[in-house]
Each structure stands twice: as C-alpha cells, then as structure tokens.
C-alpha cells in the first residue's frame, strides 16, 4: 500500500448526475494531485494543491470540481458529466509541490468512473 | 511544453530474459525522471528515478540510464519473472514543477 487511498473503487453515474470522488493520504505530505488516465493515452494532470491552496488547473472543464478541506483530503466533484470523461482517476501526493524536499509522487489505486 | 515519448509500447520477453524501455524528451530543463509500475487494478507505483545529475542508477535488478545530451532514459529490468507483468510509465519533470507521463508500456514476462 502507497498510504494513498481512494473511493469509490468503481462508479457509474448518468450524465445528470452529481457525484464526488475521495482522496485520503496517511503520509503527512503536503501537496496532493488529481490526474486522469484514459486507455492509450498519457496521465493528464488535472489539479495540484499545495498546503490546500490550489497551484494549478490545466485547462480542466468546470464540470469538474476539486476541493481540498486540509492537507490530507482531496476531492473531486462531478457534475453534468460527458461518456468522454470516462477513464481512470488518480489521485496522488508528495511531500511539497516544489521539489526541493522531495518530488517522489505515490499514487492511489484510482477510482474508475463510467459516464453513460 | 515538454514532450515525452516512450517505446515500444508492448513488450513480451521470456522468464529470465531481459527487458528494455525508451523514453525520450524534448525540454532541456527537465531535471527528474521517474519510473512507474502499474499493475491491474492498482495506480502507479514508484520504482526507480533518476535525476539529471546522474547517469545511472541501480536497484536490484532493474536499473535506469540517463542521456542528457540525448534526451533520452532507459528502464532496464534483468532477469525478468511473471510477477515484472505490468505496465510500465516512464515520466519527465520540468520546469514549473510539471511531471509529463509516456504512453505506457505494457511488459509481459512469459513463464
């Protein structure tokens, strides 16, 4: 185990419906990440939190929402999703964003999201 | 941006065969480059890194190479068995602190 966990495991949700995804990391790390990882296709990182502050958004569409209450909780809410949005969802964290303590990223077991 | 490439994207070796991963960059600043082991139904675990101060690393039997001049780092896997069977990623951290991930390569190690 990473010290990373994530729920739901699985989740299959209409394109109408509001659903959040969890992201719990026992490490005592301060940043924490959303990633996505579609079949063929790279990890896209999707959101960086740092010390609970927001550090980036790479161009993610706004029916996907992160929330970051402390240091050691991530959320992802979902909403008026797309089929397309179907894929894994990493969640991941590191001791600091900056990399000079240390940039080693742990990765939970993902959540796998079906939109029908 | 930076731009990772990683090949082959399928690899079969047999048991005790050795096995080979590519990944090459295009930004220069890139400074970190960490290797991943996914296996089904789990995220991405760390397995080796290497930093551009270095030219290679060793851990057992798996090993990473590093050419800066190039831009391009290898994953070396030695003496293959069943439970290497994964998907392998390599990644390429830049400036701003962005990690960039390869495609993936999916190793299956025959008995």
């Known amino acids: 185990e990473t010290g990373v966990t994530q729920t739901p495991r699985h989740l299959v949700m209409g394109m109408t419906n509001k659903k959040s995804l969890k992201c719990e990391q026992h490490?005592?790390?301060?940043?924490m990440y959303w990633y996505k990882q579609s079949a063929k296709k790279p990890l896209e990182l999707m959101f960086v939190?740092?010390?609970?502050?927001?550090?980036e958004n790479n161009s993610v569409p706004s029916r996907f929402s992160p929330e970051c209450p402390n240091s050691s909780h991530l959320f992802l809410h979902l909403h008026t999703l797309q089929p397309e949005d179907s894929a894994l969802y990493l969640c991941?964290?590191?001791?600091?964003?900056?990399?000079?303590?240390?940039?080693?990223?742990?990765f939970g077991p993902g959540t796998r999201l079906l939109v029908l | 941006g930076e731009n990772v490439e990683q090949h082959p994207s399928t690899l079969s070796v047999q048991e005790g065969d050795s096995a080979v991963i590519k990944c090459t960059y295009s930004?220069?600043?890139?400074?970190?480059f960490p290797w991943y082991k996914q296996e089904l139904g789990k995220g991405p675990q760390l397995i080796i890194d290497i930093r551009s101060n270095v030219g290679e690393k060793k851990d057992q039997r798996i090993a990473v190479t590093l050419n800066k001049t190039a831009k391009h780092f290898s994953l070396h896997i030695t003496e293959t068995q069943p439970e290497d069977s994964a998907v392998y990623f390599c990644a390429a951290r830049t400036r701003g602190n962005q990690f960039y991930f390869g495609t993936g390569t999916s190793l299956t190690v025959i008995p």
């Open positions: 490490l005592g790390h301060n940043a």
């Open positions: 939190y740092s010390l609970e502050e927001r550090v």
């Open positions: 991941a964290s590191s001791q600091d964003f900056s990399g000079f303590v240390s940039e080693t990223q742990y």
């Open positions: 930004d220069s600043a890139s400074n970190y």
